[in-house]
């Protein structure tokens, strides 16, 4: 597509439920992240993910949070139990290359994640 | 460890005024420096790229500088609008990881 897609732009949830994030990343693009933004707060790095490698989970908070990507194309955000301090606007982006490349990055517009 | 840091945190100016809106990090190793707007309520929008080995870089009425070796960037906006009102993000892409590392942001209002 002409963009990064994210679905779905807002998502309310009950404490302890499980959601699932979507992201189209830009096709060609090999290099695809997961960003949170808390309010009044800045970029928080979660999850990145290069081609075929083993991606650096290394930003995810906790272990209920994973996310996979499929085919090298979409992924999926996955926070289990969700609590009250998740609520956040979660940000995907892609870029043509990853570690070493000069490539910027394209962002979607988000999903806000409200945890009631 | 990476830290970009955005002086002002917030700044509000008559129409029509420029102004300079500064970035800073601490590691000089960067693969390049992206400035990004966000609205309200919205996603990142990509202003300017600025690669390692690149001084500046002009779109419009922006201007972005790169001065690697002291850890700064600057961008200059020409003949502020109100349409320039939002927060806009400084990041920087290191050596050692694959990730955009982000300031905070500066929040910037335009008065009419």
């Known amino acids: 597509g002409a963009g990064v897609s994210q679905s779905p732009s807002n998502k309310v949830t009950e404490k302890g439920k499980d959601v699932e994030l979507r992201c189209d990343p830009i096709s060609g693009h090999t290099a695809l992240y997961w960003y949170r933004q808390s309010l009044g707060q800045g970029l928080e790095f979660l999850i990145y993910?290069?081609?075929?490698?083993?991606?650096?989970k290394s930003g995810l908070p906790s272990d209920r949070f994973s996310a996979e990507r499929t085919g090298g194309s979409v992924s999926t955000l996955t926070i289990q139990r969700t609590q009250q301090e998740d609520s956040a606007v979660y940000l995907c982006?892609?870029?043509?290359?990853?570690?070493?490349?000069?490539?910027?990055?394209?962002f979607g517009s988000g999903t806000r994640l409200t945890v009631v | 460890k990476q830290e970009v840091t955005q002086i002002p945190a917030a700044l509000s100016v008559p129409e029509g005024e420029n102004l300079v809106l500064n970035c800073s990090f601490t590691?000089?190793?960067?693969?390049?420096l992206q400035w990004f707007r966000q609205d309200p309520g919205k996603g990142l929008t990509s202003l300017l790229l600025?690669?390692?080995?690149?001084r500046e870089q002009t779109s419009g009425r922006l201007n972005a500088s790169l001065d690697k070796s002291s850890g700064r960037s600057t961008l200059y906006i020409a003949a502020s609008q109100p349409g320039d009102s939002a927060t806009y993000l400084c990041?920087?892409?290191?050596?050692?990881?694959?990730?955009?590392?982000f300031g905070k942001g500066t929040k910037l209002s335009v008065k009419p």
């Open positions: 982006a892609s870029s043509l290359a990853g570690t070493g490349a000069s490539y910027g990055y394209t």
């Open positions: 990041a920087v892409r290191g050596g050692s990881q694959g990730n955009l590392i």
């Open positions: 590691d000089s190793a960067i693969y390049n």
């Open positions: 993910f290069q081609g075929n490698s083993a991606p650096d």
């Open positions: 600025i690669q390692s080995s690149q």
